[in-house]
């Protein structure tokens, strides 16, 4: 397809459990952020991939939390010993290398941990 | 530090009336600025974005913002709105990261708009 594309769309898991949030960019794309996106916090940052460059992981609320993209183009959010303080929209978006068009933003993942 | 501000949580408006939505920024340099929108159950969609230049901006459905640096603002207005513009709008800030390129975005907390018909 022509956007960004974000699985599953929907995932419910039981506290303790580890998820996978995967991720595929716009082809072409070379930038990758994962955001995420909860009542009480708003839109956050988590981490950004630019080519071939260490990620930018100062957004990562703890070390349960890891990003890896293979092959610069899709990501994978990992999230270990899920609690409920997890549960929101994952949001994915990419941008072009200078990034000069914005970013393009997935449908999300929602998350609840149960 | 980079923020955000958008004033007003919840704007309610007639259909075919005029909006403008608020949006003040934190920055020490020259911001990059975008408007996000929202609606249930949706990623964010693009509106409109200011780099450098003309100060208003035009984007899409209509969407139009101005940027004033003098008030560290970038409102997003449109002259007459549409039922379907009932959604959750973001104001959003960008510094560029490492290598010449936009980093992270900064968003405001969001503003609600519901259109009564």
């Known amino acids: 397809g022509a956007g960004v594309s974000q699985s599953p769309s929907n995932k419910v898991t039981e506290k303790g459990k580890d998820v996978e949030l995967r991720c595929d960019p716009i082809?072409?794309?070379?930038?990758l952020y994962w955001y995420r996106q909860s009542l009480g916090q708003g839109l956050e940052f988590l981490i950004y991939?630019?080519?071939?460059?260490?990620?930018?992981k100062s957004g990562l609320p703890s070390d349960r939390f890891s990003a890896e993209r293979t092959g610069g183009s899709v990501s994978t959010l990992t999230i270990q010993r899920t609690q409920q303080e997890d549960s929101a929209v994952y949001l994915c978006a990419s941008s072009s290398e200078r990034g000069m068009m914005g970013q393009y933003f997935g449908p999300g993942t929602r998350l609840t941990v149960t | 530090a980079q923020s955000v501000t958008q004033p007003d949580i919840h704007i309610t408006v007639s259909e075919g009336a005029s909006l403008e939505l608020r949006c003040n920024y934190s920055y020490g340099a020259t911001p990059y600025l975008f408007w996000y929108v929202q609606s249930p159950g949706q990623g964010l969609q693009l509106l409109l974005k200011?780099?450098?230049?003309?100060?208003l901006v035009q984007g899409i459905k209509g969407f139009e913002a101005e940027f004033k640096r003098s008030q560290s603002s970038f409102n997003l207005r449109k002259p007459s709105v549409h039922w379907s513009d009932a959604a959750e709008y973001f104001c959003?800030?960008?510094?560029f990261g490492g290598g010449s390129t936009l980093g992270r975005l900064y968003f405001g907390r969001g503003t609600q708009l519901t259109v009564w018909p």
């Open positions: 200011y780099f450098s230049g003309d100060t």
């Open positions: 991939f630019q080519g071939n460059s260490a990620p930018d």
């Open positions: 959003a800030v960008a510094r």
């Open positions: 082809s072409g794309h070379t930038a």
